[in-house]
């Protein structure tokens, strides 16, 4: 299916196209994500609800901290553009989240994905007398720095990595690390590979020394969708804590009941032939606490109950606490208490009372765990939806693809080798081998035959004929040479293109989404892009758009 945006949908290009695929074409899904998206029986018992489902519109109880929560939104989002978003809200307005860590330059390209699919389903709600707000949530809270600290741009037919490379001494909350002196060299490389642009003006006031990752994201993604309205949150503070500490106080005072709940969903997940995405361990647990020197992001283990403390241990690093004292730290210090990935989406739904969650494939595996934390912690499960995916095509990929008839598709299924492979046999007419071969095949037929009635003729002239036939095969096996050296450049230049081809739609063997860098389109294309990813996230729900610039 091919989607042209409608002329009067606002700040859309009236030329951007998108080839519209079922989400199989996309490589390394799981099935679960794939019975999800497909609305499969047998994905139905472990979510909320299924596409195309539209329930999610009447938005949960306004909760006792709303007025507390949309004050700490405007203290977060000042500027005028989030003033209609945040006086919606004021009013009872619901809300569609979506959220990502929070990553150099702004992170892969699925992640202005993710808040354009938001933004979408906000819009379609209040359109259905429904208000709602999108916010973005920013995962401040996660310690992994090798998954946030680099970025990937494509440029003269290259892939450029940029790395920050200063690594805090202990996994800590990666949205406090401050960025130092070491970010203005990595910004040089930014404007050479990117150029002169809004985006790149608004990386370079983000990024700068002093700022930590959590305020650089979110200025720079503030910036990017401020026409769209989107609301980013840091939850990763006292006062964030502090209205979602019921949930991080049950997760302490019913681990055990928890933990059980979990290990179970696990279990009827694996008899339906599905993946666990978390492992639920006898000692995991559904919290981290953080030091309170080092700052480090400790991972609370459970130890089982004894006589002597028949509620249990918990263990974080070398020190052990009672449930009572880690409920006195929640109640003091509630910052120091994270969720895990899977109680992380009840604590986010809590806070938000979210009417819906926009997830990539591997969070909406997590909400098929998480269901059973929702409906004990909070007595409902909140609606998820896939996020939007796309592959986005430029004017000179787009070039090649139609001048070697290739879709998205196919290009999703090759290599860089294969590839080649293809556009060569494509290059090399099969007429041309035919008629090589069979001159060949001729050639050596007939002489053959003459060579056998010379030979019985006269020996001497036999001898001369053998001379003869030599020379005319050495200038057959030229004719193959070149033939054979026009095959190779044509092979080395559809390698060029295969390349060329892969390094811009399918990186690495994976989706373009996840691999490149979203701040190379937005540079590329200026800000006005996020409207048409908002445009085509509107159309396009659980499948995969190559998208058209």
């Known amino acids: ?73 405007a203290e977060q989002n000042p500027s005028q553009a989030a003033a209609p978003a945040l006086a919606s809200l004021g009013l009872g307005a619901g809300v569609a989240v979506t959220g990502q860590q929070v990553g150099l330059f702004g992170g892969p390209l699925f992640t202005p994905f993710k808040a354009g699919a938001a933004v979408a389903r906000a819009r379609e709600a209040t359109a259905a007398s429904r208000p709602h707000a999108a916010i973005f949530w920013l995962a401040t809270e996660d310690h992994d720095f090798a998954e946030i600290n680099h970025v990937v741009f494509p440029s003269r037919k290259a892939l450029h990595t940029l790395t920050y490379e200063k690594a805090p001494a202990a996994p800590c909350p990666v949205g406090g690390i401050v ?11 930014a404007w050479e590979l990117l150029g002169s642009s809004d985006a790149m003006e608004a990386l370079a006031a983000a990024y700068r020394p002093g700022r930590t990752f959590a305020q650089a994201f979110a200025a720079f993604y503030s910036q990017a969708f401020a026409a769209q309205g989107l609301l980013v949150l840091d939850a990763g503070g006292r006062a964030a804590h502090r209205m979602g500490a019921p949930v991080l106080r049950a997760a302490l005072e019913r681990a055990d009941e928890l933990h059980a709940a979990l290990f179970e969903r696990n279990r009827e997940l694996a008899a339906a032939g599905y993946h666990a995405q978390v492992a639920v361990m006898p000692q995991s647990s559904l919290l981290f606490l953080v030091d309170e020197r080092t700052g480090a992001r400790l991972a609370l283990k459970r130890i089982a109950s004894t006589v002597e403390e ?36 009840v604590f986010q739904d809590h806070l938000l009372s979210t009417s819906l969650i926009i997830g990539g494939p591997a969070e909406v595996a997590y909400f098929a765990q998480s269901a059973v934390l929702y409906e004990r912690i909070l007595g409902r499960v909140t609606p998820a939806q896939a996020r939007f995916s796309a592959t986005l095509i430029e004017p000179a990929i787009g070039e090649l693809l139609k001048k070697h008839d290739l879709t998205l598709e196919q290009v999703l299924k090759e290599s860089p080798s294969s590839m080649a492979q293809l556009l060569a046999g494509r290059a090399m007419p099969p007429e041309g081998r035919r008629k090589m071969a069979a001159a060949g095949t001729a050639l050596d037929k007939e002489l053959s035959a003459v060579l056998d009635w ?26 193959r040479r070149l033939a054979a050296n026009l095959e190779l450049q044509r092979a080395a230049s559809m390698g060029s293109a295969a390349e060329a081809i892969c390094k811009a739609l399918h990186p690495g063997g994976t989706l373009q989404e996840r691999f490149h860098g979203a701040a190379y389109y937005l540079a590329s294309y200026g800000f006005e892009l996020n409207e048409e990813i908002v445009a085509l996230a509107a159309h396009t729900r659980h499948g995969h758009a190559a998208m058209w610039l």
């Not at 290009?13 to 899904?29: H, K, Q």
């Not at 003729?457 to 057959?476: C, F, L, N, P, W």
Request: aromatic residues 6%; glycine residues 6%; charged residues 20%.
């Open 1 to 73: 299916m091919r989607f042209h945006p409608e002329a009067n949908e606002p700040d859309v290009n009236e030329t951007l196209t998108a080839d519209c695929y079922p989400i199989t074409v996309a490589p390394g899904l799981s099935r679960l994500f794939l019975d999800y998206c497909t609305g499969a029986a047998a994905a139905r018992p472990f979510y909320a609800s299924l596409p195309p489902d539209t329930g999610w519109q009447m938005r949960p109880p306004v909760p006792a901290h709303w007025p507390e929560l949309v004050a700490l939104l």
């Open 179 to 189: 960025l130092d002196d070491t970010i203005n060299p990595l910004l040089d490389q």
């Open 310 to 345: 028949p509620k249990g241990l918990w263990q974080a690093g070398k020190q052990s606490f009672s449930t009572a004292e880690l409920v006195g730290i929640l109640d003091a210090e509630p910052e120091r208490v994270s969720p895990s990935a899977l109680l992380r989406p």
């Open 454 to 479: 010379m030979q019985s003729q006269d020996s001497g002239m036999g001898r001369s004929a053998e001379t003869a036939a030599s020379k005319m095969r050495s200038q057959m096996g030229r004719l």
